[in-house]
């Protein structure tokens, strides 16, 4: 099965090799912990983690209550339409918007707040600047899954519930949440296993520092290994790397499990509001959190149409005047190499990954194979830290760094898994009876013939979301690639979109419209992709269908 | 015999679904295996049709033993209780499957669609079809390979109460036309008597009673079979009245009310296909009978038995 010996290659190989690297260079490893203070190091990932995926859990929680809660079909979409738009950013782009809305009494946050420095340059506040911007990110899918799980509730239960004159509060703290309490800990969990390996906002925001006030393992990794110039730096990364493997077992296993079991108990909590005050508390709720979701993308279209001049004044201006499309233009040109490589990857690695995953996630709804999935989902939980030095190697060893090539080669990984865990939700669903029918009437290729065409719907949904995964993606590119696309032939150079948007971070003193032309850039094409998947999905949700967790 | 069945056995991780089945159906015979759910009658249909594998025992069709063969090695096709038309293909397609890559398929298409009234329907979607008429493209797509046998899993259950008198006159005509060996699982025991020349009862993966249904209407094996054929079934009451130290069935013709020397009391009566149906208290238990007038409820009356089934 070429899924099994793609993810084998790519997946358990490196897996092991990372351990073996960290085994064999010792002397560069007692180096590393000379000049990186390691302790602190996982102490900060420690704190990241659980900030990050405890607030984004707990908000994304709230915002499902509160949507579900409004009567108003249209208004709910509307709302949970808004709520969701943090997602179709890339997250670089908005790493790059964050870093200027925290510039002191010019950023508009750190403005409204008062305050009057940038949190990110202090070692003392750093964390929580970054912390904030990563619950940011991280809301929208926390609330899609918690949203469309409340959706999947029977109405009847709900009706029943107010009949009996329950209280709406009374019915999600009691009745609701108790019913979904395997979705709010699988967000929890997978939001716990993402954030372990978060590399994006650290790296944009900070880059680590002050200090390593900011550094995590996933970061460290990619210092140690890329950045530093130790003779041994790849097994000291890989130490590093091995590390975070090894803690992100753990959650790891347990995700793996909680996706296996029928229900999960939840405390049933006992809150009683009056529907009026609760419609009331749900509606400043809302107006704060969209605020604080959505005025970063406005932010970001403001500043990336206006000259630069507009942008360093106290206090801010918040409002469009002073339009311009020629920063645009300029990121617009500039961007085109890259734009060209991500456009190729990002079509074709999720086109691999869906024709590797697809049979083998049909053949194991239908019970063959079936130990695949909790590999593949182990696997899917863990870093990317855990597998790229040794991709790294063995991309380098094969001549193929900086090219296409590498990016294609590699990031089907995580496409493949994740095509595997939503495809094979799919078959599950699909009635049994269709496989019967095609082996009682002795239809030859079935798969082909009958499932693929039948599943045309979930292999479309699916490549929507691969893509955009492949287009956010920063980590893998930007240890695998150099240069930009040269427009030579065979092509060299590889660098995506996100890293382009990466280099305006130098503009950050300088031109703001610069810096935010090029965020819109990265994210425009990719937006418009995802507008349409959380439509579908949203869509999905009311419908009854969509598992996609 | 168009199928036989040897002591057939088929269970479920721990759990015996059919123990020991012996069956033989003769060509051209419409045969329908009636049980409640959790009786085994899908099961056996479902091994028939080689869906599922059995543990032992063999199945032979037309004097081949098919029970390790595919299912589409087997001669035999099915219709599925929801039909399972492949949504994505037009009718046509659908027809076409069976017949892929056969020199007249395209003539056999025509003529099974003729035969079952779908012709003007072929470039039709399933899903712009009636419950109905998506039974009869099922149906067609069943049949046109020429099956030995065919099988059918609850076909009339998902459709409307109209639609499924019409549909069960068309698969009677059907099937007695071309004289197709047809085996047909329903838990409705009126389906059964309407359509089958013979039934087999089952329960708890064991087959009861085998016969034509006049034979298990009028001489039911069991308590069991008694009470669960006809409408209203059996009542089943003590025969100690009569000096008969067993159970004794009486079927709801045989209570003549108004007139005999047993005297019970009236505690229900249901206005039924223009009679009355009377539920009569008797030695502390029930018996049904048929009245041509109301009575009132808590009335004594006369009444007497003119036939019973010792149990």
Known sequence: MPYFIYIILLGIVPFATTFLLAGVGIRSIILVYKLYPIYQIIANTFIYTIATSVLATLIGLLAAIAIDSINNKTLQLIIAFLVMLPYTIPFTSAALIWSISFYGPYGWFTYLLGLKYDPLLLSSTAMQGVILVSVWGSIPISFLIIFSSLKSVPKEIKENALMDGMKKSEYYFKIALPLIGKAILIVFLLGFVFSLGAFDTPYILTGGGPLFSTTTLGLAVYTISFKSSLRAALSGGAFAAAILAIIATIPALIYVKVLKAQRVPFPSLNIRINDKIMMGLVAVFLGILIFFLDFPIYYMFLAAFRSPEMDFTTPPILIPIGITSSYFIQALKESIPYLISTVVVSLISPIISILLASPASYEISRGKNSWILPLSMYLYSLPVMAFIIPIYIFIAKINLLNTWWALIITMPLYGALYALWLMYNYFTLLPKSYDETAELFGIKNKFLKIMMPLSRPALFSTLLLLIIGAWHALFVPLVLTETPYNFSFPPKGAQTLSIFALLAIGDVSINWSLLAASAVVTALPVMILSLISITRVLKGAYSGGIKFI | ?311
Do not use: W
């Open chain 2, 1 to 311: 015999m168009s199928v036989s069945i040897k002591s057939l056995e088929k269970s479920y991780s721990k759990t015996k679904i059919l123990k020991g089945i012996d069956l033989e159906i003769d060509k051209g015979e419409f045969f329908v295996l009636l049980g409640y759910s959790g009786s085994g009658k899908t099961t056996l249909l479902r091994c028939i049709a080689g869906l599922e594998k059995v543990d032992s025992g063999k199945i032979i069709i037309d004097g081949i033993d098919v029970t390790n063969l595919e299912p589409s090695k087997r001669g035999v096709s099915m219709v599925f209780q929801n039909y399972v038309l492949y949504p994505h293909k037009t009718v046509y397609e659908n027809l076409l499957l069976p017949v892929e890559g056969e020199k007249d398929s395209k003539k056999k298409i025509e003529e099974i669609s003729k035969a079952l009234g779908i012709h003007e329907f072929l470039d039709r979607m399933p899903s712009q079809l009636s419950g109905g008429q998506q039974q009869r493209v099922a149906l067609a797509r069943a049949l046109i390979k020429n099956p030995k046998v065919l099988l059918m899993d609850e076909p009339l259950s998902n459709l409307d109460a109209p639609q499924r008198i019409s549909a069960r006159r068309f698969i009677k005509e059907l099937q007695r036309r071309e004289k197709i060996t047809t085996i047909y699982v329903t838990h409705d025991q009126i389906e059964a008597m309407a359509l089958a020349d013979r039934i087999a009862v089952m329960k708890d993966g064991k087959i009861l009673q085998i016969g034509k249904p006049e034979e298990i209407y009028n001489d039911p094996v069991n308590e069991f079979v008694g009470s669960f054929i006809g409408d209203p079934p059996m009542s089943i009451i003590s025969g100690e009245f009569m000096k008969i130290d067993k159970k004794i069935g009486v079927r709801v013709d045989d209570v003549v009310i108004g007139d005999g020397d047993l005297i019970g009391e009236v505690v229900d009566v249901e206005f039924i296909n223009g009679k009355y149906l009377v539920h009569i208290k008797f030695n502390g238990s029930e018996l049904r009978g048929y009245y041509y007038k109301r009575i009132n409820e808590g009335e004594k009356i006369n009444f007497g038995i003119k036939r019973y089934r010792v149990f």
